[in-house]
């Protein structure tokens, strides 16, 4: 039997995780030449019941871009029996492999399958990289996916995330890196309704900002090997905004992390 805990961990997975590959590709120079003029469709899916929910990369020339939900006979597909085998997959909980069909594309395939494994190897790392370049890309790569994965657990109607969204007027939460705007995300929420964003989020200042003094102090709180309190006293972690506030957020991150793991 589904659970609501199972749903949550697939929007997320299908939603927030799985659109880092092209992340991955577009930061991997090596990589990124290997889809160099490929014109391919790429699906990641699994069955629920009678319906089949996924996400789907169209390849133009090379260049990503990503969709929510599956399309009709994709060039490359990798297909889980239920919802379940794709959670379990993503978390590294199960070696059950799913269906794929399009193998013969062997190319592309194997561009996917690489994307894919370091995509996991970052974020499942429990220690922090030991390059600049990566230590960046995984940063990013937190941004990216805590600012998506709240605002799938509010589309998921998870009762928390959900109440506060519902409660909450027009507000704008970020996160960022003192001096690298690249390093940037974003969820505005409104009456219910949220969005997720990359970059900096331009247009006023925001209700909230959870701000790092650099990438080592973002990676020590993210990858929880930060004292939270510690870090906010000595100004590696700045909450730009009301603390109560920092803390719910916090709660939400904590939300997400513990359904992708």
Same mark, same amino acid.
């Given at each position: 039997?589904?659970?609501?805990?199972?749903?949550?961990?697939?929007?997320?997975?299908?939603?927030?995780?799985?659109?880092?590959?092209?992340?991955?590709? =577009?930061?991997?120079? +090596? &990589?990124?030449?290997?889809?160099?003029?490929?014109?391919?469709?790429?699906? %990641? /899916?699994?069955? $629920?019941?009678?319906?089949?929910?996924?996400?789907?990369?169209?390849?133009?020339?090379?260049?990503?871009?990503?969709?929510?939900?599956?399309?009709?006979?994709?060039?490359?597909?990798?297909?889980?029996?239920?919802?379940?085998?794709?959670?379990?997959?993503?978390?590294?909980?199960?070696?059950?492999?799913?269906?794929?069909?399009?193998?013969?594309?062997?190319?592309?395939?194997?561009?996917?399958?690489?994307?894919?494994?370091?995509?996991?190897?970052?974020?499942?790392?429990?220690?922090?990289?030991?390059? =600049?370049?990566?230590? +960046? &890309?995984?940063?990013?790569?937190?941004?990216?996916?805590?600012?998506?994965? %709240? /605002?799938?657990? $509010?589309?998921?109607?998870?009762?928390?995330?959900?109440?506060?969204?519902?409660?909450?007027?027009?507000?704008?939460?970020?996160?960022?890196?003192?001096?690298?705007?690249?390093?940037?995300?974003?969820?505005?929420?409104?009456?219910?309704?949220?969005?997720?964003?990359?970059?900096?989020?331009?247009?006023?200042?925001?209700?909230?900002?959870?701000?790092?003094?650099?990438?080592?102090?973002?990676?020590?709180?993210?990858?929880?090997?930060?004292?939270?309190?510690?870090?906010?006293?000595?100004?590696?972690?700045?909450?730009?905004?009301?603390?109560?506030?920092?803390?719910?957020?916090?709660?939400?991150?904590?939300?997400?992390?513990?359904?992708?793991?």
């Amino acid at each position: 039997m589904i659970t609501r805990d199972d749903l949550y961990s697939c929007n997320i997975f299908l939603n927030s995780v799985l659109p880092l590959v092209k992340v991955i590709i =577009e930061d991997d120079e +090596k &990589l990124s030449q290997s889809f160099k003029g490929k014109n391919a469709k790429v699906q %990641i /899916s699994a069955i $629920n019941g009678t319906e089949k929910v996924g996400t789907h990369y169209i390849i133009s020339d090379g260049v990503f871009t990503v969709f929510k939900g599956t399309i009709e006979k994709p060039d490359l597909e990798l297909e889980f029996k239920s919802i379940p085998d794709l959670n379990n997959f993503f978390k590294g909980s199960s070696k059950k492999l799913p269906r794929i069909t399009g193998i013969k594309n062997f190319g592309l395939f194997m561009g996917i399958l690489k994307a894919l494994l370091r995509m996991a190897k970052l974020l499942g790392a429990t220690d922090p990289p030991k390059d =600049e370049k990566t230590k +960046k &890309l995984l940063v990013k790569m937190y941004f990216y996916l805590l600012s998506s994965g %709240i /605002s799938q657990l $509010n589309k998921s109607e998870h009762p928390d995330v959900s109440k506060w969204a519902k409660q909450s007027p027009d507000r704008v939460y970020a996160w960022g890196v003192i001096g690298m705007p690249e390093l940037s995300a974003y969820i505005r929420v409104k009456a219910g309704n949220t969005k997720a964003c990359r970059g900096e989020y331009k247009r006023a200042k925001p209700f909230f900002t959870m701000r790092f003094d650099s990438i080592d102090s973002a990676l020590g709180t993210l990858m929880e090997k930060d004292n939270l309190i510690e870090a906010t006293i000595n100004e590696r972690l700045i909450m730009e905004g009301a603390p109560e506030f920092g803390a719910q957020i916090g709660d939400f991150m904590f939300a997400v992390g513990s359904y992708a793991k």
